[in-house]
C-alpha cells in the first residue's frame, strides 16, 4: 500500500517539474522564445540576446472626416399609367326569330310563366304562327298576332327559322321579353 502511495506522488512530481520547464523561457539558436502565460507584452521576459529598442508611443492615425455621402435627387415619382378604360364588348347582335307551331292533333297552351303548372292564357291551334322575342333552352316568350298577345310557350312544340332584322316587325325588335332564368 506505501508503494502505491509513493508511486503516486512520484507522478506528481514529474507532472509539476514538466509544467515548470514548459513554461519557464528558454533560448534556441538566436531565436528569443517568450515565455508562456503572459498576455500583456509588458510582463513579457525574454530570454537569450535581444537588441534594446527604444519605446515609441503609437502613431496616432488622423482622425477621418466622416465621409459624405453625395446627395442623391430624389428620383420623381413615376404617376402611375391611368389604366385604360376596357373596351365595352359589343353585344352579339340579337337573332331574330319566327315560329310556328308544330302541334298536331291538341291546341298549344300559352301560358304567364316558363311552368308547366302556370295559368294558361292562350290555345294555339296547329300551324299558328307568331314571333319569338325571348329564346330560353326550355320555354320562349313570344308574340302571337294572331291573338295580338304575349306569352310563354314550350320549345318542344314550336319550328323556329331565324329571320332578318327587317323581317321582323319594328314594333317589337326593343321587346326581349322576360326570357327563362
Avoid at 32 to 49: C, M, Y
Amino acid at each position: 500500500m506505501i508503494l502505491v502511495i509513493v508511486y503516486y506522488i512520484l507522478v506528481a512530481l514529474l507532472a509539476i517539474g514538466f509544467f515548470s520547464v514548459a513554461l519557464s523561457s528558454f533560448s534556441h539558436g538566436g531565436t528569443t522564445v517568450l515565455q508562456g502565460g503572459h498576455s500583456n507584452l509588458n510582463d513579457v521576459r525574454v530570454a537569450g540576446n535581444v537588441e534594446s529598442v527604444p519605446e515609441t508611443e503609437p502613431e496616432a492615425f488622423p482622425e477621418e472626416e466622416p465621409l459624405e455621402e453625395p446627395e442623391e435627387e430624389p428620383e420623381p415619382l413615376e404617376e402611375p399609367e391611368e389604366e385604360p378604360e376596357p373596351l365595352e364588348e359589343p353585344e352579339p347582335a340579337r337573332k331574330y326569330y319566327t315560329f310556328d307551331t308544330t302541334n298536331s292533333d291538341t291546341p298549344l297552351n300559352v301560358r304567364v310563366a316558363p311552368d308547366i303548372d302556370a295559368k294558361r292564357i292562350y290555345r294555339l291551334q296547329p300551324g299558328t304562327k307568331g314571333y319569338v322575342l325571348g329564346l330560353g333552352d326550355e320555354w320562349s316568350y313570344v308574340y302571337i298576332p294572331s291573338k295580338k298577345g304575349y306569352g310563354y310557350v314550350f320549345n318542344e312544340y314550336l319550328s323556329m327559322t331565324e329571320v332578318s332584322e327587317e323581317e321582323f316587325p319594328e314594333e317589337l325588335r326593343d321587346i326581349t321579353g322576360p326570357a327563362e332564368e
